[in-house]
């Protein structure tokens, strides 16, 4: 049954081969997307901070800075 | 109903849905591995090799799907200069890109033992690796023209020409005598594929699109903070 699988009648390189590099794809897009949107998310924190207290009050005012601080989630 | 199109309320929804699609994403994956590699019947002709195309046509429809998206998007946008659809046209792209990759790789993959070659020079596989091209002009674009206001008119004109070539992958198989294969699933006639082999493909599409509205999600955030940004810069 395992040999069957992984051999597939001499078509096992081909078929696992492909789903790897579609899955190892996946993986690789995910992690550049998810490294990106850390990215900017910490850079809005840190610009954000740097900011007058006059000038963070207006900005944390906006309903969309509001929800991109209350969004804890990495993803 | 217009309050949910403030962008505060746009990326409420957006910045909690990924966790969500992710969770399902791999789920709905888990299943279809299962299908594709265990469950589903060899081919008669083609015995265990016909297994890639559970990952080979789903890319190759989702990629297509997201590049007729974002020309749409992209037209609609510049005539109602809807800037928001140009946001969401390039928040997809990546994901049609990677998808457009998977298809061209798999597909040399499946021709090596079908084929008896991995790459041929026939009108579809030719016209995907132009999709592929029309993708990575578009993103360039985006990385060369961000800050300037021709960002919108060139990207929209690179879709539109990309879009031409999406009826010739279409049709490259009936049009021509290409070694690729015609296509084995119509919506408006019978299909000629068995449902013990559909039932996989149709998981496995679902499981695609589920992963490019992951990475769809989290682009568009990402995009969102990155305009927000430079609105703080200006505060």
């Known amino acids: ?8 009648n001499g078509y096992g390189l081909y078929v696992w081969s492909a789903f790897s590099f579609t899955l190892f794809s996946f993986l690789v897009l995910f992690l550049i997307t998810k490294i990106q949107y850390t990215k900017e998310k910490n850079k809005f924190v840190s610009k954000l901070g740097s900011l007058n207290s006059e000038r963070a009050a207006i900005a944390k005012s906006q309903s969309i800075n509001k929800a991109i601080l209350s969004n804890t989630s990495n993803i | 109903m217009f309050k949910y199109l ?3 309320k746009i990326f409420s929804i957006t910045s909690k849905a990924p966790k969500y699609v992710l969770f399902l994403f791999i789920i709905i994956l888990s299943i279809g591995l299962t299908e594709a590699l265990v ?4 081919d008669y002709k083609q015995s265990h090799s016909v297994r890639i195309m559970y990952v080979h046509v789903p890319a190759a429809w989702i990629s297509l799907g997201i590049f007729s998206s974002m020309t749409l998007l992209s037209v609609i946008g510049y005539i109602f200069k809807i800037k928001n659809f ?3 046209s390039k928040s997809l792209a990546p994901s049609g ?13 499946w021709g090596k033992p079908t084929w008896g070659t991995w790459w041929a020079w026939d009108a579809r596989i030719t016209s995907m690796l132009i999709l592929s091209l029309f993708f990575v002009m578009y993103l360039v674009a985006w990385r060369i023209y961000e800050n300037n206001d021709k960002i919108f008119k060139v990207t929209t004109i690179i879709t539109i020409l990309g879009i031409i070539n999406v009826p010739i992958i279409k049709y490259s198989v009936d049009w021509w005598n290409t070694l690729h294969q015609p296509a084995s699933i119509n919506i ?4 000629s594929i068995h449902t013990s082999m559909l039932f996989p493909l149709i998981i496995m599409t679902a499981a695609f699109a589920l992963f490019s509205l992951l990475i769809f999600l989290m682009k568009y955030n990402t995009e969102l903070i990155k305009i927000k940004n430079k609105g703080l810069d200006r505060l």
């Open chain 2, 6 to 8: 403030e962008p505060g």
């Open chain 2, 188 to 191: 408006l006639s019978k299909s």
């Open chain 1, 1 to 8: 049954m395992i040999n069957e699988l992984l051999f597939m």
């Open chain 2, 39 to 42: 469950l589903s019947p060899e």
């Open chain 2, 97 to 109: 890109l990677v998808f457009n990759i998977i298809a061209l790789v798999t597909g040399s993959i």
């Open chain 2, 86 to 88: 140009f946001l969401i």
